[in-house]
Nanobody, 114 residues
C-alpha cells in the first residue's frame, strides 16, 4: 500500500525557514520521480517542485524558485523541501506525491504570518 507521511510544517514569520519531510512506503522510492504540491485555502492544488529518481535534476514553480530546495534520501525513502525566505503567500497545506501513483498523504500545514 502506497503511503506518504508529511511532517515539518508549522507557523513562522515572514522571512523564516522550514524544512518539510515526507516518508514514503509501499513502492520503490528510488525509482520514482517525486513532487511537492501545495494547496492554499480556496485555491487549487499546485505543483511546487519535483525531483528525478537519482536526485540529479530538480524543477520549481516560478513562485518558489531561488527560495525552496527539493532533495531526497533514497536510502531513507524520504523526500525533503527546504523552504527559506518564506512569504505569507506560501501559506498552504503541503503534500508530497510520487509520479504515476494516485495517492496523497495527509499533508502538513505551513502558515506564514506576522
Amino acid at each position: 500500500q502506497v503511503q506518504f507521511v508529511e511532517s515539518g510544517g508549522g507557523s513562522v514569520q515572514p522571512g523564516g525557514s522550514l524544512r518539510l519531510s515526507c516518508i514514503a512506503s509501499g513502492f520503490t522510492f528510488s525509482s520514482v520521480t517525486m513532487r511537492w504540491y501545495r494547496q492554499a485555502p480556496g485555491k487549487e492544488r499546485e505543483l511546487v517542485a519535483g525531483i528525478l529518481p537519482a536526485g540529479s535534476v530538480t524543477n520549481y514553480a516560478d513562485s518558489v524558485k531561488g527560495r525552496f530546495a527539493i532533495s531526497r534520501d533514497n536510502a531513507k525513502n524520504t523526500l525533503y523541501l527546504q523552504m527559506n525566505s518564506l512569504k505569507p503567500e506560501d501559506t498552504a497545506v503541503y503534500y508530497c506525491k510520487a509520479l504515476l501513483y494516485a495517492f496523497w498523504g495527509q499533508g502538513t500545514q505551513v502558515t506564514v504570518s506576522s
